[in-house]
């Protein structure tokens, strides 16, 4: 077994924690946190971790083998740092750090002391956005055209980040795994800061990818509704990925392919007729098993260091996720 410490039990941290308890693989010893409230939410339930405020109290047991990180973003870098740097594995709250100069720094400290550095990319774990990948890798799409997310809700409302660095890590996530961690062409974004000056609080962010793959990012803690949506249109077919849906995975047999059209000189495809098909087909809705995303990627981190498995959110993706959020400037 791993033996386990967690930094932060605020509003994420306690799915961590639940799931590394539920976990046979693993052991948590100690957990920390700065805030009274949450030390004794933390003894409430679970009376055999050790409990403290004190960061050194983990930092310099021997007995902590790994460290989760779940705090302000603000904070990530430094802790990371002191956790790899007492020779620990580290897995980190989405995004791993504030600028690609820190990811950087994270991932020669890790390599340097033969360590796991992961991102907590939960949307990767996910069955669901899995199954998607299966579609674009097997060519059940065809040449991936476009992509658009929507993240949208009312609230939570941040201070630390705006809305762009809450919320869009998640799709910038999903979209590089699904197209194999591209390097985009360019980068923009338009936001507005409404309620707090300086701190956006909806943003629409476009990214052109090479093969004239766009994707759009729309995201915003001033909706209406709460929405968690991908489209990926292919050439072939296309696909719904709603996360707020019981069936999460439409695929729609649709698409407008250009037409041979047979010419007057015996010629075919004339270029100044173009004539099109337009298909319309059945929609199918896959079932697919559910599993919790947390325990999918606290098995996967597990995994990485017991048994050397490469690391599906390991320094090369976290750094892209951060270069594309540093990379969106008004």
Partial sequence: MVNIAQIGVGYWGPNLLRNLVANQRCKVLASVDIADERRKYVQGLYPAICVTKD????????????VIIATP???????AMKALKAGKHILVEKPLARSVVEVEEIGRLARAHHRVAMVGHTFLFNTAVRYVKKLIDTGELGNIRYIYCQR?????????????WNLAPHDISIIQYWLDNPTPL??????????????DDVVFMNILYPNKIMANIHVSWLDPNKVRSITVVGSKKMVVYDDMADNKIAIYDKGIDRKAVLGENMDYDNQHFPVFNYRSGDVLMPR???????????????????????????????????????????
Avoid at 56 to 66: C, F, G, K, L, W
Wanted: with cysteine.
């Fill in 55 to 66: 960061l050194d109290d983990i930092i310099n047991d021997s007995e902590v083998e790994a």
């Fill in 73 to 79: 973003v603000a904070t990530h870098f430094d802790l």
């Fill in 152 to 164: 949208l809700n009312l609230g939570r409302i941040r201070s630390d980040v705006d809305a762009l």
């Fill in 186 to 199: 360019s980068v923009s974004r338009r936001g507005v800061d409404i309620i707090q000056n300086g701190i």
């Fill in 288 to 330: 697919v098993d559910f599993q919790e995303p947390l325990r999918v990627e606290i098995d996967h981190f597990l995994d990485c260091i017991e048994h050397g498995v490469e690391c599906i959110t390991g320094i090369e993706h976290a750094k892209k996720v951060v270069e594309i959020l540093a990379a969106t400037v008004n």
